[in-house]
Structures are given as C-alpha cells and as structure tokens.
C-alpha cells in the first residue's frame, strides 16, 4: 500500500476530525512526493465519489463549495503526509474519504457524523 489513510471515526454533528494520509515512500506511482498535487476525496453511500480538497506542490489549495471554510487541507513533505482538518461537521460529511495523489489511491477511511 502506497497511501495509507486514517484519522475517521464516529463524531457528532458540530464535532471536529483530522484525517492523514502517510507515503510509504518518497517515490509516489513513480513521481516525487513533494512534486505531487493531492487531493482528498468522499464518496457517500449510494453517491458518486466527490472531490473534497486539493493542494498542490505550492501548497495553493482549492475546496468543494459544500466544505470551503469548514475543511482544511495542508501538508507535511518531509512526513510525506496530507491532512484534512474538518470542523463543524455535518451528517450530510458522512462518507468515505480517499486521499488520491501522484495517480494512486489510498484504501479510504470512514467518517460518520450523527446528528
């Protein structure tokens, strides 16, 4: 496994989680980590998978309107990781979220949000 993502779990509405994505390698699919834009992903049951968050190798980040002040999405290039920072979540969060980079994908993890 190449992305390895963690950090989900059952929260209520209003709470707060931080989800990582860990490299196991500087090498991603080939490509140098640090080089790579990453993005995270959710996919709801009976729904399409979304894009959430993106940041690129200038760390210049981009959001779905349905997070944009809610989500944070940052970095670490020498850990190799991409996290997401989501705050006042909502039942309507409750998905599983992917991190997606240098053309892999991780194995996904789950955020439930009770209301």
């Known amino acids: 496994v190449q992305l390895q993502a963690s950090g989900g779990g059952l929260v209520q509405a209003g709470g707060s989680l931080r989800l990582s994505c860990a490299a196991s390698?500087?090498?991603?699919?080939?490509?140098?980590?640090?080089?790579?834009?990453m993005d995270w992903y959710r996919q709801a049951p009976g729904k399409q998978r979304e894009l959430v968050a993106s940041i690129n190798s200038d760390y210049v980040t981009t959001y779905a309107d349905s997070v944009k002040g809610r989500f944070t999405i940052s970095r670490d290039n020498a850990k190799k990781t991409v996290y997401l920072r989501m705050n006042n979540l909502k039942p309507s969060d409750t998905a599983v979220y992917y991190c997606?980079?240098?053309?892999?994908w991780g194995q996904g993890t789950l955020v439930t949000v009770s209301s």
């Open positions: 390698g500087m090498i991603l699919g080939g490509k140098i980590f640090s080089y790579e834009a």
């Open positions: 997606y980079g240098g053309d892999i």
